[in-house]
């Protein structure tokens, strides 16, 4: 069985660009969460979807932003970007909302660096 | 809201020690609790959870953790060391029944392992 797979693994942008991060979650998996690890801020959450529908979001500027497929798998996107977004980005699947049948199982990461 | 507390952000053991990694809570709701390990340019893997069932929890690789509810505490152990633990580990925190999914994770605890 597939884990959860992030593409691209590792990324180089200029501030002001923009970018877009893939996440394919676990076959039969629904909802889709992603999260940002910086050395200074940790792991921090940045949005939650199930059944294409955003159904939580964290303290991030409107600079960031997701979807959800149909088939469950999730982009995100950083717009303007800026040195601070440089981090690890983490991608979640869980069979259905939250702790529903299992939990979390995380991808590998996309590290992405600000120039 | 509920939020974890990590003490100690390393740990530095002996191969063949104990290795004890504190980790403690706070929810104004029965909490789901787990501890996940992060090598390096690695992704988060689950070593254990605790979902209001047993309060000692066993997980991979020979590592188990104790729920207790007086202290709010939810320890990692592991009674023998091994060179392959040196890692980072985070305690992470989330609601039971209520609609807020996400996680919350303390700013980890990395392990050292001498010989």
């Known amino acids: 069985k597939a884990g959860v797979t992030q593409t691209p693994r590792y990324l180089i942008k200029t501030r002001g660009q923009q970018v877009t991060l893939s996440c394919s979650p676990i076959?039969?998996?629904?909802?889709v969460s992603w999260y940002q690890q910086t050395p200074g801020q940790g792991l921090q959450f940045l949005f939650e979807?199930?059944?294409?529908?955003?159904?939580n979001k964290g303290n991030f500027p409107g600079r960031f932003s997701g979807r959800q497929f149909s088939n469950s798998r999730s982009e995100m996107n950083v717009s303007t970007l800026e040195l601070g977004d440089s981090a690890l980005y983490l991608c979640?699947?869980?069979?259905?909302?939250?702790?529903?049948?299992?939990?979390?199982?995380f991808g590998s990461g996309t590290r992405l660096t600000v120039v | 809201a509920q939020s974890v507390t990590q003490l100690g952000s390393h740990v530095s053991v002996s191969e063949g020690a104990l290795v004890l990694l504190r980790c403690n809570y706070s929810?104004?709701?029965?909490?789901?609790l787990f501890w996940y390990v992060q090598y390096p340019n690695q992704g988060l893997q689950l070593l254990l959870k605790?979902?209001?069932?047993?309060?000692l929890v066993k997980g991979i690789n020979g590592f188990e953790a104790e729920f207790k509810k007086s202290e709010t505490s939810f320890h990692l152990t592991k009674p023998s060391a091994h060179m392959s633990d040196a890692a980072e580990y985070f305690c992470?925190?989330?609601?039971?029944?209520?609609?807020?999914?996400?996680?919350?994770f303390g700013a980890g605890t990395t392990v050292t392992v001498r010989a």
């Open positions: 979807y199930f059944s294409e529908t955003q159904r």
């Open positions: 929810s104004s709701v029965p909490p789901y």
């Open positions: 992470a925190v989330t609601q039971n029944g209520a609609n807020d999914y996400k996680l919350s």
């Open positions: 979640a699947s869980s069979p259905g909302q939250g702790m529903t049948r299992g939990g979390y199982t």
């Open positions: 605790y979902t209001s069932a047993a309060t």
């Open positions: 076959s039969g998996h629904r909802s």
